[in-house]
Structure formats: structure tokens, C-alpha cells
């Protein structure tokens, strides 16, 4: 997958647009600084533009695989293009996520927004509980952010617990 290519064509489109995005999943653990393989290109977005950006995904050769009102998935037949995964958020949520993103290098020069240590390890929690065969991919990620210097382990584990997940923060908190 070309991430510098898809990154670009779509913080382009965000900013040209005026639509707040941050980038999450594994580019976003990478920005952190933990080196991780990935395999698409995840945003999180207004959940009000989600109509706007799946028409331009579609628009750039991206297959709608799944739509929800929290999620879309897409995928390209062209292995340069890849797949990207939107998570779309409203009000509290949406104001923490984008108002305390900060601008990351990701690959080569791109630079995006990324959210919080704590806000990405509650959208792993979520993830987690959604699917859990997801444990053993981002109970890593959860225990690499947890190691940041000043992260709020007490709010990450306040989000697992809301997900009902507080044996398993226990658990990746005790993971040597």
C-alpha cells in the first residue's frame, strides 16, 4: 500500500473540504513510536461528513465494503491504494478527539493530526469488545501507550471499564 499516496489524497481532501480528521490505528501507534506493521489507513472523522467522504473514497476508486453510523470500510483493487476504515464521532467525543490531536509525522513528510494516547487506547478498547479476537494485536498497542510518558492511566483504564473491559486493562497493565 502507497500510505504517503492515500494520506495525502485524503488529508488534501479533508482540508480542502474544512472536515476535522485525525488519523488512528496503527499509523497512529507508529506516529506514538511504537514500529508496527499495518495494513490500511485509519481516520476518524465528524460523523456529519460521513456522507461526503464515502463519496469520495468511492469517487477515487474505493469499494464501499460496510457502512454503519459509527464505521465505513472501503477497499481499492489496486494493492497501492489499499484499505481505509473510517470511525465517525459525534459531540463530547468528537470535541476530545479533535481538539486534543496533535500534528504527527507519519511517513516520509506527511504530517496529520493524531489523537491522544488515552483516546486511542479507548478506541482499542472499544475494538476489543466489538471483536475480540482483536486482544492479542491491541492489548500490545494499549500497553505501549500506557509506557508514555504523562499518559492518564487512570482514564485509560476509566474507558476499558466502560467497555467492561477492566480485568483485561488489569491484565495488559500486568503483561511484563
Known amino acids: 500500500m502507497r500510505f504517503d499516496v492515500v494520506l495525502r489524497t485524503f488529508s488534501d481532501f479533508f482540508e480542502k473540504e474544512g472536515i476535522r ?3 488512528i490505528g496503527g499509523l497512529a501507534i507508529h506516529a506514538w513510536g511504537r514500529s508496527r506493521s499495518t495494513q490500511d489507513v485509519d481516520f476518524t472523522i465528524d460523523a456529519v461528513n460521513r456522507s461526503r467522504v464515502i463519496a469520495f473514497a468511492e469517487s477515487v476508486g474505493y469499494r464501499t465494503i460496510f457502512v454503519s453510523d459509527g464505521y465505513s470500510n472501503h ?3 489496486s494493492p497501492d491504494w489499499g484499505r481505509l476504515d473510517f470511525m465517525y464521532v459525534t459531540g463530547d ?4 478527539v479533535f481538539a486534543t490531536a496533535s ?13 491522544r494516547p488515552e483516546l486511542l487506547a479507548a478506541m482499542k478498547a472499544t475494538a476489543m469488545k466489538n471483536a475480540p479476537q482483536r486482544v492479542l494485536t491491541d492489548a500490545g498497542d494499549v500497553k505501549f501507550l ?3 510518558p504523562g499518559v492518564d492511566r487512570d482514564a485509560i483504564r476509566a474507558y476499558f471499564a466502560r467497555q ?3 480485568e483485561l486493562f ?6 511484563p
Open 164 to 166: 467492561g473491559l477492566a
Open 170 to 175: 488489569d491484565a495488559i497493565e500486568r503483561h
Open 21 to 23: 480528521f485525525a488519523v
Open 93 to 96: 467525543t468528537a470535541e476530545r
Open 103 to 115: 500534528t504527527k509525522p507519519l511517513v516520509g513528510d506527511i504530517q496529520a493530526p493524531v489523537p
Open 146 to 148: 500506557l509506557g508514555l
Open 75 to 77: 477497499e481499492s483493487p
